[in-house]
């Protein structure tokens, strides 16, 4: 990859971030500028707030790729869902839109396998060898399952069925504020959730993102899992940072499918 800097953006339901990023030091090489998300949040509307910021940092990222993360499933530069933006996101070629927007190489990730990847390269599972599962406990829950530093995209374990409900209306950190719940009673929903994923997929590591991770000690220490389990270290930084390093990835191994 090059020593460049290469900007990440990361999109999101309120505020659209983004920063160039420095891949040797796996950091901002730039304060990070932050703009409003529009309404209504079509890909032409968000395309254009993403061309600002692209423009405000234009003398520091070159004419290398941009990555940016949608909370959406990405298939291929196509984003086949819609969560917290507007539902004209549902099956738009998204990355495509940007790329003739901004007139460069875009490339476009699910913000939770963005997350994850930042995780793994640079934060609380840096340089780990196995298999990494990162959840981000937010308005839903996202997850990113990295095997050997190799990102599987796509993978939705907030939606897992357990005891007859989606896993999310049950345990995003969101269900914790909208029920007013203490951390010893939303533990009891946590264990269940981890406790399936954990049956499921056995992974080496689990890392718990997302907003809430920096009350970590309140609740992670309360689950009883077989699996050693720690609190993300890249905090809101972590979606541009891994936005960055999968579009300077994507650069040198492009998508034969796409």
């Known amino acids: 990859m090059s020593n460049a800097a290469v900007l990440g953006i990361d999109i999101g339901g309120s505020g659209i971030k983004g920063a160039p990023v420095d891949l040797e030091k796996g950091d901002f090489a730039a304060d990070r500028l932050r703009i409003p998300t529009p309404t209504p949040s079509t890909p032409q509307a968000v395309a254009d707030v993403v061309a600002e910021i692209a423009d405000a940092f234009a003398d520091k990222i070159g004419d290398g790729p941009i990555g940016v993360t949608i909370p959406a499933v990405v298939t291929h530069g196509v984003t086949r869902s819609a969560a917290n933006i507007d539902k004209s996101w549902i099956d738009a070629t998204a990355e495509k839109i940007f790329s003739d927007r901004l007139g460069r190489r875009v490339h476009l990730v699910n913000d939770a396998d963005a997350a994850g990847i930042a995780e793994v390269k640079y934060g609380a599972a840096?340089?780990?060898?196995?298999?990494?599962?990162?959840?981000?406990?937010?308005?839903?829950?996202?997850?990113a399952l990295i095997y050997r530093g190799v990102l599987v995209p796509n993978s939705e374990l907030?939606?897992?069925?357990?005891?007859?409900?989606?896993?999310?209306?049950?345990?995003?950190?969101?269900?914790?504020?909208?029920?007013?719940?203490?951390?010893?009673?939303?533990?009891?929903?946590?264990?269940r959730y981890y406790e399936r994923v954990e049956a499921l997929f056995w992974p080496d590591l689990f890392v718990v993102g997302g907003g809430i991770s920096k009350d970590a000690e309140k609740f992670l220490p309360r689950l009883d899992l077989k699996t050693p389990i720690v609190p993300a270290a890249l905090k809101n930084r972590a979606g541009i940072i891994g936005a960055a390093w999968l579009a300077a990835d994507a650069a040198t191994h492009p998508d034969p499918l796409g």
């Open 158 to 191: 907030g939606h897992l069925e357990i005891d007859g409900h989606d896993a999310e209306t049950q345990a995003a950190a969101s269900i914790k504020t909208n029920l007013g719940l203490s951390y010893s009673e939303y533990v009891v929903r946590l264990q």
């Open 126 to 143: 840096k340089g780990h060898p196995g298999f990494v599962l990162v959840t981000t406990l937010g308005t839903g829950i996202g997850s």
